[in-house]
């Protein structure tokens, strides 16, 4: 086969060495999943620090029994849209678990996470409407956030007088007002103070909606980040996805029966895109008894966590996501290619996905990994002088 560069192939590859020079291109390694927490890369097997299934219930026999089931009873894929084929009697199983999990009245599933917050934000605010979210929030509820074309004020991270000072300043110039944070950040694994946001959203008549990608399953008794704070009840919008503790595929919002009808009218990411496998549902489905039930499975993230960031003696992590901060892009990559050599994978997270001057190792702990992989890690951590 013969191609001769064209101006969008000059583009791309003058793109890519632009990245190269300054330490952010990016690559997809072939990496495949062994037993436990093992990543495989070429000939080596890895203990993987990086993986967000928090609670190793991908492989776990019950999940995937459930998922193998609904492939022999309904085969691979949805077909179109659950708006045109309607929606697979498991869809209506998983809400109903999702919402009993969360204790709403009711629950729409999302093709996935990033599919659910694009699809939420534009369904409730739109222009001459007012967003106020956290600096650090994920790239999805910005997406969400510039579909829906509302004017879009971020505060200073998880600083609740700011967001007071932009509420004060700017909520009574719109319409409705949605204010954004997650449970558990994704790249810095503290929490946010859902109490403090909550009641700042009833004074000034601002819907507070939390994307739990990271808490669900881990807090709360795997109930989620809302649970863990005492806001059961005090936050209208609770967006997650199922595609990481709950270790299948998909996303979802669990709110009010109003609201949840209104998403199947509105939500463009819903009504456009084909609807789950029903192995992916199926699987939700399995993984999310077991979340209600195994209260040690839910706790071992968390306790996990802990233990490493008690042997580097730093602050106790929050949850199940520790990072160790080194600031340019190249040391991340540098420190991530030693600690490989050392047989972990623990993967170099870099701007844009974090601020300038932060990037970072970002450490995840689950359920499947060992406390002596932990201490080794910690170990070798320090070797590599990471630890400040
Ligand atoms: C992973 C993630 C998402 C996207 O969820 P997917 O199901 O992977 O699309 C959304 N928000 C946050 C905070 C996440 O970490």
Known sequence: MTHTMNSLDRYAQDKLAALEASGLRREIAETGRGPGAAAVRGDASLVSFCCNDYLTLTPHPKVKR???????????????????????????????????L?????????GSGYLANLGIVPTFVGDGDLILADALVHS???????????RLELFAHNDIDDCRRLL???????????????????????????????????????????DDAHGLGVLGGGRGSVTEAGCAGRVPLQMGTLSKAVGAYGGFLCASKPVIDLLPSRARSLI??????????????????????????VAAPLGKARLFTALLNVAPAESAIVPLI?????????????????GFLVTAIRPPTVPENTARLRFTFTAGHR?????????????IGLAA
């Open 371 to 383: 406390d002596d992989d932990i201490r080794r890690l910690a170990r070798c951590v320090g070797e």
């Open 272 to 297: 456009y895109s084909t609807g789950l496998p029903a192995a992916a549902v199926a699987a939700a489905i399995a993984a999310i008894d077991l979340i209600a039930r195994d209260a040690a499975l």
């Open 326 to 342: 080194v600031g340019a892009p190249e040391r991340a990559l540098a420190a991530s290619r030693a600690l490989e050599a050392e």
């Open 102 to 110: 969360k204790g709403t009245y009711a629950a729409c599933v999302f």
């Open 140 to 150: 999805s509820m910005h997406a969400g956030a510039r579909a829906s074309h509302a």
């Open 168 to 210: 004060a300043g700017h909520r009574a110039a719109y319409g409705r007002c949605l204010i954004m944070t997650e449970g558990v950040f994704s790249m810095d694994g503290d929490r946010a103070p859902l109490a403090a946001l909550a009641a700042l959203g009833e004074d000034y008549d601002a819907w507070l909606m939390v």
């Open 66 to 100: 459930a998922a193998a089931a609904a492939v022999e009873t309904y085969g691979a894929g949805a077909g179109a849209s659950r708006l045109v084929t309607g929606s697979h009697p498991l869809y209506v199983e998983l809400e109903a678990a999702l919402a009993r």
